[in-house]
Nanobody, 130 residues
Framework: QPHLVESGGGSVQPGGSLNLSCAVS????????ISWFRQAPGKEREGVSC??????????QYAGPVEGRFTISRDNDKETVYLQLSNLKPEDTGVYYC?????????????????????WGKGTLVNVSS
């Protein structure tokens, strides 16, 4: 059964860094694009970044507010996607979720887009405060 588990969240001061991981099991990881979403308290879930699979693994997307500060990558041997967060700001606070896209082939959909058949992890909390 498809399964995603996020880890690496925590509390940091503004300007700090965190490395999030999304471990995937239960399906052919190498052919699935993976997105990171986040949900801040009282706000809707939003797309943060996406990485394609196969040759599309070179295809990476970032939301405007995180571009230049966050880096997404994947290790197909370890079946894991990473999100490096740097220069963190209080507005980066929220629960970070990874999502496996089952309906879009090897390329990412538009950032923030997902379908009913996509698989979500349970999330990991990032708290940025002084």
């Amino acid at each position: 059964q498809p399964h995603l588990v996020e880890s690496g969240g925590g509390s940091v001061q503004p300007g700090g860094s965190l490395n999030l991981s999304c471990a995937v099991s239960g399906f052919h990881f190498a052919v699935i694009p993976i997105s990171w979403f986040r949900q801040a308290p009282g706000k809707e879930r939003e797309g943060v970044s996406c990485i394609g699979s196969g040759d599309s693994g070179r295809h990476r997307q970032y939301a405007g507010p995180v571009e230049g500060r966050f880096t997404i990558s994947r290790d197909n041997d370890k079946e894991t996607v990473y999100l490096q967060l740097s220069n963190l700001k209080p507005e980066d606070t929220g629960v970070y979720y990874c999502l496996a896209h089952g309906a879009y082939g090897t390329e990412c959909p538009a950032l923030g887009e997902y379908s009913a058949i996509d698989i979500w992890g349970k999330g990991t909390l990032v708290n940025v405060s002084s």
